[in-house]
């Protein structure tokens, strides 16, 4: 079991910065793959980033290559997204999840996610 708590979302303006934080519980952090979610009312949850469980690979779609960057921290039991240059069309609540030996992929099977955190970027 993997508990997930997501942090450091807030109220931007548009081309301005975040940082979203999301800690993890349990000693096995290292084996799981970890990505990033949005969803806005009334749309599907759509995949924003990933990263493996052996470190080194990545995947972004296409909205936010250039602009964030995923990262994570073993020894924290933390995975991070650093979001720059933000639009409006980046407001969403952020989840994190994570699968047991996954590759951070936009189509992984996800198994436990977190509560998310509120962007919300204004103009």
């Known amino acids: 079991q993997v508990q997930l708590v997501e942090s450091g979302g807030g109220l931007v303006q548009a081309g301005g910065s975040l940082r979203l934080s999301c800690a993890a519980s349990?000693?096995?952090?290292?084996?799981?793959?970890m990505g990033w979610f949005r969803q806005v009312p009334g749309k599907e949850r759509e995949f924003v980033a990933g990263?493996?469980?052996?470190?080194?690979?990545?995947e972004y779609a296409d909205s936010v290559k250039g602009r964030f960057t995923i990262s994570r921290d073993n020894a924290k039991n933390t995975v991070s997204l650093q979001m720059n240059s933000l639009k409006l069309e980046d407001t969403a609540v952020y989840y994190c999840a994570a699968e047991k030996w996954g590759l951070g992929t936009a189509k992984g099977k996800y198994d436990y996610w977190g509560q998310g955190t509120q962007v919300t970027v204004s103009s």
């Open positions: 349990g000693r096995t952090f290292n084996t799981y793959g």
């Open positions: 990263i493996s469980w052996s470190v080194g690979r990545t």
